[in-house]
């Protein structure tokens, strides 16, 4: 094998120039995205053609989107409803419900002031998310890493140095059985996928609309 990559910062900024090359409007990006206390390298997204009708999801607190949709819809509930499902102090309620209201999903039914209603149902406006964690050869913590993104996302890959990849090859069935995909790169940008999972759902659903809300907002920000 050839040169190996100086840092993980030159594998990970090498991997996104080939993304910018593509050039495919069908497909979104970025780096560093944290969702759920875990940081991935690098995360692509597809967008529904109609994300912008629930571009909502991007003006309130991630955290807080599974909880939107898991609420009575087109039913009233009260703000001790609300406190009781969640969790949340009255405070906290009160700026939630307020953030529904301004995303366009919710409002104070007329001449009450304790309760509220859901008239419109948040769907993801994502419809495929794809993490991906790099490492230079540690390719264990690697695989550790990405399988915690299936969390939130559909699939998740392993991205390792060319050069230094011949110990995970050994151990591709580790791979296999978490459904990590696995692939390397050269330091003149020649990718070799070596093992690509299966799509699937993410493991959590409270996560994957936290990591939808995320990508919605950074869509929002890239259009404005």
């Not at 090498?14 to 979104?28: E, F």
């Amino acid at each position: 094998m050839g040169s190996s990559f100086k840092s993980e910062q030159d594998l990970v900024a090498t991997y996104t120039g080939t993304l910018v090359q593509l050039n495919d409007k069908t497909k979104s990006w970025t780096q560093e995205f944290d969702c759920a206390s875990s940081i991935a390298d690098v995360v692509l997204f597809n967008l529904r053609k109609d994300w912008q009708a629930q571009s909502g999801l991007g003006r309130i607190a991630p955290r807080w989107a599974f909880t939107l949709f898991s609420l009575p819809y087109r039913k009233q509930f009260s703000l001790e409803f609300f406190i009781e499902r969640t969790g949340a102090t009255k405070r906290t309620a009160l700026i939630i419900l307020k953030e529904y209201e301004s995303a366009g999903y919710c409002r104070k039914v007329t001449g009450r002031s304790d309760l509220w209603v859901k008239f419109k149902q948040p769907t993801r406006p994502t419809k495929k998310i794809v993490a991906i964690e790099a490492k230079l050869k540690n390719w264990q913590r690697a695989l550790k890493q990405a399988y915690r993104y299936l969390e939130y996302a559909n699939q998740s890959w392993v991205l390792l140095d060319e050069k230094y990849s011949s110990s995970a090859l050994r151990n591709l069935n580790e791979f296999k059985r978490l459904n990590v995909g696995l692939k390397t790169m050269s330091t003149s940008g020649k990718i070799d996928i070596i093992w690509s999972p299966q799509m699937r759902d993410p493991k959590s659903d409270i996560t994957s609309w936290q990591a939808s809300a995320n990508l919605t907002k950074l869509a929002l920000d890239k259009a404005i």
